[in-house]
T-cell receptor, first 114, second 108 residues
Framework: DAGITQSPRHKVTETGTPVTLRCHQT?????MYWYRQDPGHGLRLIHY???????DKGEVSDGYSVSRSKTEDFLLTLESATSSQTSVYFC?????????????FGSGTRLTVV | RKEVEQDPGPFNVPEGATVAFNCTYS??????FFWYRQDCRKEPKLLMS???SGNEDGRFTAQLNRASQYISLLIRDSKLSDSATYLC?????????FGAGTTVTVRA
């Protein structure tokens, strides 16, 4: 079922360091998304992409940047990690903009900023 | 105000029971509606879409009330394997917004 993989699965990093999370898909889907999940908040959209080099901000984009140089890879970078960015990060892909077939999520990256 | 609000539960029910819960959404222009399921420490997975006329998928029934802006999910004949967190999801401006989830625990 794994047409989408995230790496690393777990990471502990220090405050102030840059961190890059990778999302890789083999489905050739155009739409890719980065969410973070925190207790009591549900999943919140960080950034999304509608195609190569076509990205835009979500509701919680401050402190994050993304890049998509190839269809299959969507990178999320924390420029200077803060403790408030400790979270579980999920990447998702979608066949269509409406998401009517459902988003397929990666297994998540558990990031701890100390 | 959150775009999607859910009762976090938990709903603790015995096997074979029926359990139902709702969520409300704030944007009257929301385009589509879904229920996702998330098991502990796992990724969310699509359970079912929610249509205006209501729809069933086996033991699961979803309803949409656009006038009151709420969505419901009913699970009949609960199984132990139904224990999970159910996420109410709404499509706004071609992006999915997630509720924080309702936790259901089915006990033997």
């Amino acid at each position: 079922d794994a047409g989408i993989t995230q790496s690393p699965r777990h990471k502990v990093t220090e405050t102030g360091t840059p961190v890059t999370l990778r999302c890789h898909q083999t489905e050739n889907h155009r739409y890719m998304y980065w969410y973070r999940q925190d207790p009591g908040h549900g999943l919140r959209l960080i950034h999304y992409s509608y195609g190569v080099k076509d990205t835009d901000k979500g509701e919680v984009s401050d402190g994050y940047s993304v890049s998509r140089s190839k269809t299959e890879d969507f990178l999320l970078t924390l420029e200077s990690a803060t403790s408030s960015q400790t979270s579980v990060y999920f990447c998702a892909i979608s066949e269509s903009r409406q998401g009517e077939y459902g988003y397929t999520f990666g297994s998540g990256t558990r990031l701890t900023v100390v | 105000r959150k775009e999607v609000e859910q009762d976090p539960g938990p709903f603790n029910v015995p096997e074979g029971a029926t359990v139902a819960f709702n969520c409300t959404y704030s944007n009257s222009a929301s385009q589509s509606f879904f229920w996702y399921r998330q098991d502990c420490r796992k990724e969310p997975k699509l359970l079912m879409s929610v249509y205006s006329s209501g729809n069933e998928d086996g033991r699961f029934t979803a309803q949409l009330n656009r006038a009151s802006q709420y969505i419901s999910l009913l699970i009949r004949d609960s199984k132990l394997s139904d224990s999970a967190t159910y996420l109410c999801v709404v499509l706004n401006d071609y992006k999915l917004s997630f509720g924080a989830g309702t936790t259901v625990t089915v006990r033997a």
